[in-house]
């Protein structure tokens, strides 16, 4: 055996050669495990669920942030029952560190008595929002009670009722489609069994 010869370098698929598909799914495939891993914790619920939501919001967050910024992202996950109940919604996102431009913590209430459907639907819904902080299209100002910038406009929320919000326009209009194709790219029935 000649030890002068150089033993091949293992590539990280991620930075292969090959072009890159252009489906989502199968780039996010070709990633190793570590570099498409964004930092989700869960508090509530089974350790079942909590394995299946877990690997649903790290697909979402990639799917929103791509694999450059999503696993710079930490969300805090919190599966509560009863929130539809006390608060009149089945979930909310929110900043979870003193960062206002750019936020990298968040933190993300799911009410945990929802169909399989809805709940992975809120999910969508919730990550849309946190991908609009993330990538500054919104921002709430701390001077001004009320006032968010959203894609550059400023708005007033007491001059508008909560469905109208565009950032809630633009997470009803897309968690379907976000949700539709994680269920496509995983088995349902999975999915299903974990709820």
Request: net charge negative; charged share 35%; with cysteine.
């Amino acid at each position: 055996m000649d030890l002068t010869e150089e033993t091949p370098k293992i590539t990280n698929p991620a930075e292969s050669s090959l072009p890159k598909s252009g489906n989502r799914n199968k780039d996010f495939l070709r990633m190793t495990t570590m570099e498409r891993r964004a930092k989700i914790y869960l508090r509530g619920g089974s350790k079942v669920l909590k394995r299946q939501i877990r690997h649903a919001a790290n697909w979402m967050l990639f799917d929103q942030l791509g694999k450059r910024l999503a696993p710079k992202i930490e969300v805090m996950i919190y599966l509560v029952s009863g929130l539809e109940e006390r608060e009149g919604i089945v979930g909310d996102c929110g900043i979870g560190g003193c960062e206002t431009v750019r936020p990298k913590e968040y933190e993300i209430r799911l009410e945990l008595n929802q169909d399989t459907p809805d709940f992975y639907r809120t999910l969508a819904h919730e990550i849309v929002h946190l991908r609009q902080w993330a990538k500054d299209q919104m921002y709430e100002y701390e001077n001004e009670r009320h006032a968010v910038r959203f894609k550059g406009k400023k708005y007033n929320m007491e001059d508008m009722d909560d469905d109208d919000y565009p950032w809630e326009v633009e997470a009803y209009g897309i968690q379907e489609d976000i949700y539709s194709r994680y269920i496509s790219s995983h088995k349902l029935s999975e999915i299903e069994s974990a709820i």
